[in-house]
C-alpha cells in the first residue's frame, strides 16, 4: 500500500504541473525533459539543467515556483531579457519585479519592501545585487522559495561568456542556507557543467541534459568568396523566415539594404538603435511584415518565434557556444531549418584580430581604468556601490583612445571584478506617490488642473502609492489634452512638493562599481588569470575555426561531441553528409524528389538558383531534375526556368 500511495501522489503532482501549465501558458502538456526537472524542483533540490535554445527553460522553474510558498528569486545577466521576461510574468497575471543598476537606490529600497510582505511571486535580480549591504539585510526578511541561477554558464571561468559578479551568487548559500537552487544554461560543456555545481555548492549534485540534437536543422558550412551573393541565394532559395547574424552594426544597414534591392523584405537591427526602433522592427519581424532581420547578436535573447526556417552567420562567430545558440533559434517548430555559416579565410584573419584586440597589454588596462574615474570624477576611495552613466564614445574621445581597445581593455576590468558594465538598456519615466492616499486627498493644490491630472494618475495607474510605476508623458499629454512638456512640468511641480518622486525616462549604459578607486600603487592585474583567460578564449576560436574548416566529421556529431553528447549516427542533412553520399539510397532520391517538388509549389525557379539549395553534389540535384523531365514531372523553360508540369 505504501508503494501505491507514493504513485498516487507522483500522479497527484502530475495534475497539478500541468493544470498550472494550462493556466498560464495555454500548453496542455510539456516538453520532452521539463516535467522531470520540474518535479525535482518542486522536491527542493539542487539542480543543473542543460537544454538547447528554445527547449522551454524557463517553465522548469515557473511553474514549481508558483505552487511553492514564497518568493523565487532568479538571478540573470541582462536587464533587456530581465524586463523581457517580467514583462511576459505581468502579462499571465503572474506578480513579478526587476531589480537592476538602471533603478534608483529608493526604488530598489521599496521593490525589497514589496517582496518581504509577499507582494511578489519571482523576483528577477542582476548578479551585482547580491553583493549590497541593501541586499544582504533585506533578503533575511524574504519568505524564499528557491534560488534559479539563469544563464549559469556566466559563473564558470572555463566558459565563454564568464561574469565575475556571478560568483557572488554563492554568498546566497550562507544568506538561505535550506533553500534549493536550480541553474539552468542552453550552452555548457561538460567541464563547464561540473564547474557550475561546484561554484554553487550544490550539496548533491543532479545534473538534467536534454539531448542537444536538433534533428530538423541542417547545419552547413559555405566556403565562398562571393558572401553576398551566396547570401541571396539562399534567402531566395529558402521560403519563410530568416535571420541574418553580422558582427558590425553598419553591416547590418548595408545587407538588408542589399536585400531590399534585390526584392526581398529584410530589415536591420542593433542595439545602437533606439527601443522604440527596436520593438517596432522586432514585430514587424515576428508578425511577417518584414521576411529576414540583419542584425548584430544583439538580436535573439528572449526571442520567441517558432517558424525561422534559416539563421545565416555572414561573419565567423567567436565560439562554439555562441554560434549553436544563434543557430538554435531556427526550427522552434521542428519543422526543417537550416543554419548556415560563410566561411572564407578572411574570417579566420579577422578572429585572429579580434583576439589579439581582445588582450590589451596590462599597462594599457591600468591606464584606462584610471580613465574612468577621472571621467565620472571620482575621487580615491570612493565609488563603492555605485552606479553611473557611461558613454563610451564620449569617454574615448575625451582621452583620444581607440574605442574597440579601450572597451576590451574595460572588459579585462570586469573579469577582474572591480565593475559591471550594462548593456545600453530603455529605462522609462517612474513615479511613485511619496505621501498616503488619504493624505493625497487632504492637500489642497489649489489648482483644478493639477488636480485633475493628479485624478488622471489615479485612474490609468495603479500600485503609485506601494511602489514605481512605469508612465509614459505622451500618452498621459493625449489623455489629458496638452503637449508631454505640460506633463513634465506637472510632474516635476508635485516632486518639489514632496508629493510624489518622478524619475526622467533614461536610456544609456552604466558602469557599476563593486570597489572603491584604487590608487595605481594598490590596482592588481593577475599576470596568472589573464594568461588563462587569453589561452581559453584561444581553445574557443581555435574550435569554431576548426568546425568551419572541417569537412569530414558530420556536422551535427561535432557540434554534439563538443557539448559532451555522443551521437553514433550521420545526420544524414549536412553539407558533409551529402558530399560523402550518406543518402544516396533510393529513399534519400525520393526525398530529394519531394523537396524538389516542394521548392516549386510556387512557380518556376531558375535552375542556377534551385540546385544550391539541397546542399547536396550539384550533379546529383542535376542527375535527378533531368530524370524528372524525362518522368514528365517537370519542364525546362527556355529561359533556364524548371517548374513543374
Not at 36 to 61: H, V
Request: aromatic share 10%; proline share 4%; net charge positive.
Amino acid at each position: 500500500m505504501k508503494n501505491c500511495r507514493i504513485i498516487i501522489i507522483s500522479k497527484l503532482q502530475m495534475d497539478i504541473f500541468r493544470n498550472i501549465l494550462k493556466e498560464y501558458w495555454g500548453y496542455a502538456d510539456f516538453r520532452p525533459g521539463q516535467e522531470e526537472i520540474i518535479r525535482a524542483a518542486y522536491a527542493g533540490e539542487d539542480l543543473l539543467a542543460l537544454m538547447p535554445t528554445g527547449g522551454g527553460k524557463s517553465i522548469c522553474f515557473q511553474v514549481p515556483a508558483l505552487l511553492k510558498e514564497g518568493i523565487c528569486l532568479v538571478i540573470t545577466p541582462l536587464i533587456a531579457l530581465m524586463k523581457d521576461q517580467v514583462e511576459n510574468l505581468k502579462a499571465r497575471n503572474i506578480r513579478a519585479i526587476a531589480i537592476h543598476s538602471g533603478l534608483t537606490v529608493k526604488e530598489i529600497d521599496i521593490a525589497f519592501d514589496n517582496a518581504i510582505y509577499g507582494r511578489y511571486t519571482f523576483m528577477y535580480l542582476s548578479p551585482e545585487r547580491i553583493h549590497t549591504e541593501l541586499f544582504k539585510t533585506r533578503i533575511e526578511k524574504m519568505e524564499v522559495s528557491m534560488v534559479v541561477v539563469d544563464e549559469a554558464h556566466c559563473i564558470s571561468q572555463w566558459g565563454y561568456d564568464f561574469r565575475p559578479a556571478y560568483l557572488n551568487i554563492a554568498l546566497l548559500r550562507e544568506l538561505l542556507p535550506k533553500v534549493s537552487f536550480v541553474a539552468l544554461t542552453a550552452t555548457a560543456p561538460p567541464k563547464v557543467a561540473r564547474d557550475i555545481m561546484d561554484k554553487l555548492g550544490f550539496k548533491q549534485p543532479k545534473l538534467f541534459v536534454n539531448s542537444f540534437e536538433r534533428k530538423n536543422i541542417a547545419y552547413v558550412v559555405r566556403r565562398v568568396e562571393d558572401k553576398l551573393g551566396q547570401m541571396l541565394r539562399i534567402a531566395e532559395g529558402i521560403q519563410g523566415t530568416g535571420i541574418v547574424y553580422v558582427r558590425e552594426r553598419k553591416k547590418t544597414e548595408e545587407i538588408s539594404q542589399y536585400l531590399c534591392a534585390n526584392g526581398i523584405e529584410a530589415d536591420a537591427y542593433h542595439a545602437g538603435m533606439s527601443t522604440e526602433l527596436r520593438s517596432a522592427k522586432q514585430e514587424a519581424w515576428k508578425n511577417g511584415k518584414k521576411r529576414i532581420i540583419v542584425s548584430t547578436n544583439a538580436f535573439g535573447m528572449g526571442i520567441d518565434k517558432s517558424d525561422v526556417r534559416f539563421v545565416c552567420h555572414y561573419d565567423l562567430p567567436e565560439s562554439v557556444e555562441a554560434y549553436f545558440q544563434e543557430a538554435g533559434r531556427g526550427g522552434r517548430d521542428e519543422q526543417k531549418s537550416y543554419a548556415v555559416l560563410l566561411y572564407n579565410s578572411s574570417d579566420s584573419k579577422r578572429l585572429k584580430q579580434i583576439f589579439k584586440l581582445s588582450f590589451p597589454d596590462i599597462s594599457y588596462i591600468k591606464q584606462i581604468y584610471q580613465n574612468v574615474f577621472i571621467y565620472l570624477n571620482i575621487a580615491y576611495g570612493c565609488g563603492k556601490e555605485q552606479v553611473y552613466n557611461f558613454n563610451l564614445q564620449e569617454f574615448a574621445k575625451r582621452f583620444a583612445l581607440m574605442p574597440n581597445a579601450a572597451w576590451h581593455a574595460l572588459c579585462c576590468l570586469e573579469q577582474e571584478g572591480y565593475f559591471s558594465l550594462s548593456e545600453e538598456a530603455d529605462h522609462p519615466s517612474r513615479i511613485h506617490f511619496t505621501v498616503t492616499r488619504d493624505e493625497l486627498y487632504r492637500i489642497q493644490l489649489n489648482s483644478p488642473e493639477m488636480d485633475r491630472f493628479i485624478k488622471l494618475l489615479l485612474r490609468l495607474y495603479s500600485g503609485l502609492f506601494s511602489g514605481f510605476v512605469p508612465i509614459d508623458e505622451e500618452y498621459l499629454a493625449q489623455q489629458n489634452r496638452c503637449s508631454s512638456v505640460v506633463i513634465k512640468e506637472y510632474l516635476i511641480q508635485l516632486s518639489r512638493r514632496h508629493l510624489l518622486h518622478y524619475i526622467p525616462h533614461k536610456r544609456t549604459p552604466q558602469i557599476y562599481f563593486h570597489e572603491e578607486r584604487l590608487d595605481p600603487a594598490n590596482l592588481r592585474i593577475s599576470v596568472q588569470n589573464y594568461v588563462w583567460k587569453k589561452e581559453r578564449y584561444k581553445e574557443r576560436m581555435d574550435s569554431i575555426l576548426a568546425y568551419a574548416q572541417s569537412n569530414t566529421v558530420c556536422r551535427s556529431k561535432q557540434l554534439l561531441a563538443y557539448f559532451g553528447e555522443e551521437q553514433k549516427h550521420n545526420c544524414g542533412q549536412c553539407d558533409v553528409c551529402l558530399q560523402k553520399g550518406v543518402r544516396n539510397s533510393p529513399q534519400a532520391l525520393d526525398q530529394l524528389r519531394m523537396e524538389i517538388l516542394e521548392k516549386l509549389k510556387n512557380g518556376p525557379v531558375r535552375v542556377q538558383t534551385l540546385i544550391p539549395l539541397f546542399n547536396r553534389e550539384p550533379e546529383q540535384v542535376k542527375e535527378l531534375l533531368r530524370w524528372m523531365v524525362e518522368q514528365g514531372e517537370l519542364t525546362y523553360t527556355a529561359d533556364g526556368m524548371v517548374g513543374v508540369i
